[in-house]
């Protein structure tokens, strides 16, 4: 007997939109037809969406942010928001301390997600700094472990890498099948413009997108990109927020780099006049690259429509507003550049695209499916997740398109005290949520346990991605 069957739903992958009935046993999707026999459980989604749960491979937990500062989320409130946000599977990163052993590092956010976690996990590995050691020994022993993606940062004082560095970690990827992650801000523009506007007395959270322009993340998308094609290896530009970038991995693609572009719903829904809010309220938006301009939010959205992005993600980096260990900690009234970088939207990432993407016209149901899900899984080697498919994991979420609700940071799940979307209407929001066959939210209520989302290995993959876009570049 099948333990669970979704019936009469809509059910789209990144391909195809069908009606059928789908059976679960044992935690996998075994069957997909008309009149399956009957579950021990049964799920009526007549007039629904059944979508495959969605990964957000950019999401940041439990991350030490400086001292005094504390995430507003840890893996529990985190998954439990991305949970209710029609999520499955995140993929958090793991910031090692400098001089700290990387599989330590590892251990240590093991032991804060374990049994913590309401949607299964993954975790990109942080590179803050690199040696013989690390390159030669540490990096590959882990990609063989299932720890195949890095990230590396072209900016932030302490984190950066050089290019030579850079260099040294793309071949590892080469060698081992991994994938590097980058942070495309240069930072020694943006010293200069901070401290001239410092020097200026110019201290006001807005500057904090005034100090980082465009031209600062155009000119290190162009050199990681050129890195990417003298080592031959893959790349994913991560967070990227405007047009000159876009065009830099259009370009790039065409002359045969392996790129994977990713967007985030802040560059579709906010601009740099956000950080302008009363007092210090423009904190709220603070993030790293920052929010553009309308022409840049167009950009992005062409971006997602043509297949230049393969991956829509929240960068989901949590902090409270009001509150000392957060945006507001002693040493933020000092400058914008002291205010943490990051924004919530782990809940949000999914019902934005949905409701400004699919509802309102500008992409299908299968490239929603594609970005939100079914690309994560095959850039990242999640290799039974992200389709709905005989033999993948049975994760599944189920959507009401008729459900019509604005953003209100009290309905909210995650730990922070406010969401950079309040009051934005929504059309459709997911309503069930399957993991692993398990229902875990049912008509909105959670209903699943902590600790049912459990940790996932990956593989390295190296094949292309099916972008059925592509010739539309
Ligand atoms: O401002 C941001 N995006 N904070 C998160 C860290 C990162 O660079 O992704
Ligand atoms: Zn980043
Ligand atoms: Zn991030």
Same mark, same amino acid.
């Given at each position: 007997?099948?333990d669970?069957v979704?019936?009469?739903g809509?059910i789209?992958?990144a391909s /195809?939109?069908?009606?059928a009935?789908?059976g679960?046993?044992?935690g996998?999707?075994v069957?997909?037809?008309e009149a399956?026999p009957?579950?021990?459980? %049964?799920?009526?989604?007549?007039?629904r969406?059944?979508?495959?749960g969605?990964?957000?491979?950019?999401? =940041?937990?439990s991350?030490p942010?400086?001292?005094g500062?504390?995430m507003?989320d840890?893996?529990?409130?985190?998954?439990?928001?991305a949970?209710?946000?029609?999520?499955t599977t995140?993929?958090?990163?793991?910031?090692?301390?400098?001089?700290q052993?990387?599989?330590e590092?590892?251990t240590?956010? =093991?032991? +804060?997600?374990?049994g $913590? !976690?309401y949607?299964?996990f993954?975790?990109?590995l942080?590179?803050p700094?690199?040696?013989?050691a690390?390159?030669?020994?540490?990096?590959p022993?882990?990609? #063989?472990d299932?720890?195949?993606?890095?990230?590396v940062?072209m900016?932030?004082e302490?984190l950066?890498l050089?290019d030579?560095e850079?260099?040294?970690?793309?071949?590892v990827?080469?060698?081992t099948?991994?994938?590097v992650?980058?942070?495309?801000?240069?930072e020694d523009?943006i010293r200069?413009?901070?401290? *001239?506007?410092?020097? #200026?007395?110019e201290i #006001?959270?807005r500057? =904090?997108a005034?100090?980082?322009?465009?031209?600062?993340?155009? %000119? #290190?998308?162009?050199?990681?990109?050129?890195?990417?094609e003298?080592?031959?290896?893959r790349?994913?530009?991560?967070?990227?927020?405007n047009?000159p970038? @876009?065009? $830099? @991995?259009r370009?790039?693609?065409a &002359?045969g780099?392996?790129?994977?572009?990713e967007? !985030?719903?802040?560059?579709?829904m906010?601009?740099?006049a956000?950080?302008?809010?009363?007092?210090?309220e423009g904190a709220?938006?603070?993030c790293s690259?920052?929010? &553009?301009?309308?022409?840049?939010q167009?950009? !992005?959205w *062409?971006g997602?429509?043509?297949?230049?992005f393969d991956?829509f993600s929240s960068d989901h !980096?949590?902090?409270r507003?009001?509150d000392?260990?957060?945006k507001?900690?002693?040493g933020?009234?000092r400058g914008?550049r002291?205010?943490?970088?990051g924004?919530?939207g782990?809940?949000?990432r999914?019902?934005?695209?949905?409701?400004?993407?699919?509802?309102?016209? &500008?992409?299908d149901?299968p490239?929603?499916?594609a970005?939100?899900?079914?690309n994560?899984?095959?850039?990242?080697?999640?290799e039974?997740?992200g389709?709905?498919?005989?033999?993948?994991?049975a /994760?599944?979420?189920i959507?009401d398109? %008729?459900e019509r609700r604005?953003?209100r940071?009290a309905?909210l799940?995650?730990?922070?005290?406010y969401?950079?979307?309040e009051?934005?209407e929504?059309?459709?929001?997911p309503?069930?949520?399957?993991?692993?066959?398990r229902?875990?939210i049912e008509?909105?209520a959670l209903?699943?346990q902590k600790?049912a989302?459990r940790?996932r290995s &990956?593989?390295?993959?190296?094949a292309? +991605? %099916? *972008?059925?876009? *592509?010739?539309?570049?």
């Amino acid at each position: 007997m099948l333990d669970l069957v979704i019936r009469g739903g809509t059910i789209a992958t990144a391909s /195809d939109v069908f009606t059928a009935d789908i059976g679960i046993r044992n935690g996998r999707i075994v069957q997909i037809g008309e009149a399956l026999p009957p579950g021990a459980e %049964e799920i009526d989604a007549t007039g629904r969406y059944v979508l495959p749960g969605g990964i957000d491979s950019h999401v =940041h937990l439990s991350q030490p942010s400086g001292e005094g500062i504390v995430m507003a989320d840890d893996f529990e409130s985190g998954t439990r928001s991305a949970l209710f946000g029609g999520n499955t599977t995140v993929l958090p990163f793991c910031l090692p301390a400098r001089g700290q052993p990387l599989r330590e590092a590892l251990t240590a956010y =093991h032991a +804060l997600a374990e049994g $913590e !976690c309401y949607t299964d996990f993954s975790f990109h590995l942080i590179l803050p700094e690199i040696n013989a050691a690390i390159l030669g020994q540490d990096l590959p022993a882990l990609v #063989a472990d299932g720890y195949t993606s890095f990230k590396v940062f072209m900016t932030y004082e302490g984190l950066r890498l050089n290019d030579a560095e850079i260099i040294r970690t793309l071949d590892v990827a080469r060698r081992t099948g991994a994938i590097v992650m980058v942070h495309c801000e240069n930072e020694d523009a943006i010293r200069y413009l901070i401290g *001239r506007a410092e020097e #200026a007395g110019e201290i #006001a959270p807005r500057f =904090h997108a005034l100090t980082r322009p465009i031209v600062v993340e155009r %000119e #290190a998308t162009h050199r990681a990109l050129s890195l990417a094609e003298v080592v031959d290896t893959r790349i994913v530009i991560v967070h990227v927020s405007n047009g000159p970038a @876009i065009d $830099e @991995i259009r370009a790039a693609r065409a &002359r045969g780099v392996n790129v994977f572009g990713e967007t !985030c719903p802040q560059y579709l829904m906010l601009t740099a006049a956000d950080l302008d809010g009363m007092d210090w309220e423009g904190a709220k938006f603070v993030c790293s690259p920052p929010p &553009r301009d309308a022409a840049s939010q167009e950009a !992005c959205w *062409r971006g997602l429509e043509t297949g230049v992005f393969d991956l829509f993600s929240s960068d989901h !980096c949590p902090f409270r507003y009001d509150d000392p260990a957060g945006k507001l900690h002693p040493g933020s009234r000092r400058g914008f550049r002291h205010i943490p970088n990051g924004i919530p939207g782990v809940e949000t990432r999914l019902p934005i695209l949905f409701s400004e993407g699919v509802m309102k016209g &500008r992409i299908d149901l299968p490239r929603f499916v594609a970005l939100t899900a079914t690309n994560h899984a095959e850039v990242y080697g999640l290799e039974r997740k992200g389709r709905i498919a005989v033999g993948m994991d049975a /994760d599944i979420a189920i959507w009401d398109p %008729e459900e019509r609700r604005a953003i209100r940071h009290a309905d909210l799940h995650d730990g922070a005290d406010y969401s950079p979307y309040e009051g934005l209407e929504i059309w459709g929001w997911p309503t069930t949520v399957v993991l692993g066959g398990r229902t875990m939210i049912e008509d909105g209520a959670l209903v699943g346990q902590k600790g049912a989302g459990r940790y996932r290995s &990956r593989s390295s993959i190296q094949a292309p +991605l %099916e *972008r059925g876009l *592509r010739t539309a570049l």
